[in-house]
Each structure stands twice: as structure tokens, then as C-alpha cells.
């Protein structure tokens, strides 16, 4: 039994095995057709933070497969009243199978892991978001073939997001050049253990765009860390992604975003809204992307 609890838990041989399945499945379902391996399967997705596109993406994609996903917040489950994790993963995985959670310490994942009969997804923690990095590589690589070699420019939190993209950098062989104010050094100090191909950092934007085919962003005040807003708000106002900052990227460059996205704040909509955005094919290929991973942690490869 395999988990995706972090980015590097597949090698880059499993995801380009992955890619080829998410474009096959979404192919035959945009051609109107039926593709259901998991008739009578059922997902349990556990929220203890806000989503929109993580449940709908899991929720569609599991019922296209033929399966049923069960939504569960802590608010309406025993979970907010303090029922351990692991009592949880015990219980929960003798009856579904498959398991999916967004929560905040990676150390909550891990311990529902070391619990669980079923396979569990990582759909976002503090730490890592593995799913979104997994659709927005799929989404370069649909569209431009491969992404060695490429450079990728990161503006602002050194975040979940971010850090997931220093882990793609190592499994993929391409660079991520990351902008980030002081004192938000989490993924500089991950970025540490690798060379300048894979990994560099500054403060200067404009530095972090020169020579990149993608640039990216994310809020400057991710779920959980509410209570520093107002200093956030302070300390990112450099970080923006404008289109004069786009100007400096290749003129090929594409722009994306884990989305929500917040106008004005982090990216201008000018970029967001223009003909650099790739942002809605990105938030699309979430569905695709993990039904791949659905499909591989609970039958494997299929060899078609
Ligand atoms: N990108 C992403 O995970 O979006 P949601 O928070 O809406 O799920
Ligand atoms: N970094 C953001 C991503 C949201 C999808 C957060 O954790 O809130």
C-alpha cells in the first residue's frame, strides 16, 4: 500500500506514468464517454481548513470514476472534539478506501498514515501541497511538452506551495528561483541541500523572473496563519506579480497560480486575467491529475 503524502513520495518515472494516465482519462471523459474502474469505491476527504477547489476536484473526480467521496469537516465530525487522529484513521479506514485530508501540521498527516489500511492523499497541510504542484506540472507538460530544464520564479510566502515546488525542482530537473522577503526563509533553508540547478534564492524580484519560462505566486497569508496578517500585509507589499515584472520574465513566459487569488494583492489583474495566464487550465487539471493518483493507489498500473 502506497500514501502521496509529500511531493517526492513518487519518482519522476511515476509521474510521467501519472501524466500519461490524467491525459488519457481526461480525453475520454471530454469526449463524452464513461471511464468508471471504481464502481463501489468510497472516498473519505477530511477538511479542517477551507477549499474549494481541492473538494470539488476530489468529489467530481471520485464520482466520474464510478466511486462515491464522503465530505468530512471537524466542525461535523468527532474530530473537532478532540478524537485522536489515529482512533480516527483506524476506524475510518475499515470502511472506506481511499482516504484524503487537508489539515495543518504535516505531523497530523503522517501519524493518520501510520494508522490507516487505506491509502491517504495529502490535500494540503503548513508544510506541502503535493496535489497542486502534481496539476500544475501536468499543466506545463500538456502544453509545452516537458518542464527540464526550465526555470521556474517564485514571488512571495516561502509556503506549502512554494516548498512543494523546491521538491518537483529535484524529482523534474528544473530550477525554481524563489523571491521571498526576510524572515520567511522556510523553503531557503530546504533549498540549502541543493545545487544552484536546482534551487536559488534572492529578494529581488525582478532578479527571480530574469530567464524564466514560468512565474508564480501565492497569497501572502495562507490558512492557519490568519493572526499575522497585518504584518504580512506590510512585509509582501514588494512582492506582486505585475506586468512590468512579467516583461522581465521570457516573453514566452506563462503565469500560475494555485489559486484563490487575491487582486491587487499578490498578482495584478491585468496578469491574472491576460494572455499569460494559465491559471484556469491549472485549477482544471486538479480533477484529472488526482484521478490519476486515485487510480494508481488503489489498482495500480493499468497497462491498456
Ligand atoms: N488550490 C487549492 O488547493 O484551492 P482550494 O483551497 O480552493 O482547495
Ligand atoms: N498557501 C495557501 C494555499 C491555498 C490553496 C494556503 O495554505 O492557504
Known amino acids: 500500500m502506497r500514501h502521496y503524502l509529500q511531493f517526492k513520495d513518487f519518482s519522476r518515472e511515476e509521474y510521467d506514468y501519472l501524466f500519461e494516465r490524467a491525459a488519457k482519462i481526461k480525453k ?8 468508471q474502474p471504481l464502481p463501489g469505491k468510497v472516498m473519505g476527504m ?14 467530481a473526480g471520485m464520482y466520474q470514476l464510478g466511486g462515491h467521496a464522503m465530505f468530512l469537516n471537524s466542525e461535523s ?26 489539515t495543518f501540521e504535516q505531523s497530523i498527516v503522517e501519524r493518520f498514515a501510520e494508522h490507516s489500511l487505506v491509502p491517504l492523499i495529502n490535500g494540503l497541510t503548513n508544510e ?26 517564485w514571488i512571495g510566502d516561502s509556503n506549502n506551495v512554494s516548498r512543494t515546488w523546491l521538491q518537483a525542482a529535484k524529482v523534474f530537473g528544473f530550477k525554481l528561483k524563489l523571491a521571498c522577503p526576510a524572515g520567511y526563509d522556510m523553503v531557503v533553508l530546504d533549498g540549502q541541500e541543493y ?28 490558512m492557519g496563519f490568519e493572526r499575522e496578517t497585518l504584518q504580512r500585509k506590510k512585509d509582501f507589499i514588494n512582492y506582486k506579480v505585475t506586468e512590468q515584472l512579467m516583461k522581465a520574465a521570457k516573453p514566452e513566459a506563462v503565469f500560475m497560480h494555485c489559486l484563490p487569488a487575491h487582486r491587487g494583492e499578490e498578482v495584478d489583474p491585468e496578469v491574472i486575467d491576460g494572455p499569460q495566464s494559465i491559471v484556469w487550465d491549472e485549477a ?3 480533477m484529472h491529475a488526482q484521478k490519476a493518483v486515485i487510480e494508481y493507489l488503489l489498482l495500480g498500473k493499468i497497462t491498456d
Not at 46 to 59: G, N, Q
Not at 77 to 102: C, F, H, N, Y
Open 28 to 35: 475520454i471523459v471530454k469526449s463524452g464517454q464513461l471511464y
Open 46 to 59: 477530511i477538511f479542517e481548513k477551507s477549499s474549494t477547489r481541492t473538494r470539488v476536484s476530489f468529489e
Open 77 to 102: 465530525t468527532q474530530l473537532g472534539r478532540g478524537e485522536p487522529i489515529e482512533d480516527m484513521a483506524k476506524v475510518m479506514s475499515r470502511m472506506v478506501d481511499i482516504v484524503m485530508i487537508r
Open 128 to 153: 506541502y501541497h503535493p496535489c497542486q504542484i502534481m496539476a500544475d506540472i501536468f499543466t506545463y507538460v500538456e502544453r509545452f511538452g516537458s518542464i527540464e530544464g526550465k526555470t521556474v520564479a
Open 195 to 222: 545545487g544552484p540547478d536546482i534551487f536559488e534564492t534572492c529578494r529581488d524580484p525582478y532578479v527571480a523572473v530574469e530567464g524564466a519560462d514560468i512565474v508564480t505566486t501565492d497569497v501572502s497569508v495562507s
Open 284 to 286: 482544471e487539471n486538479r
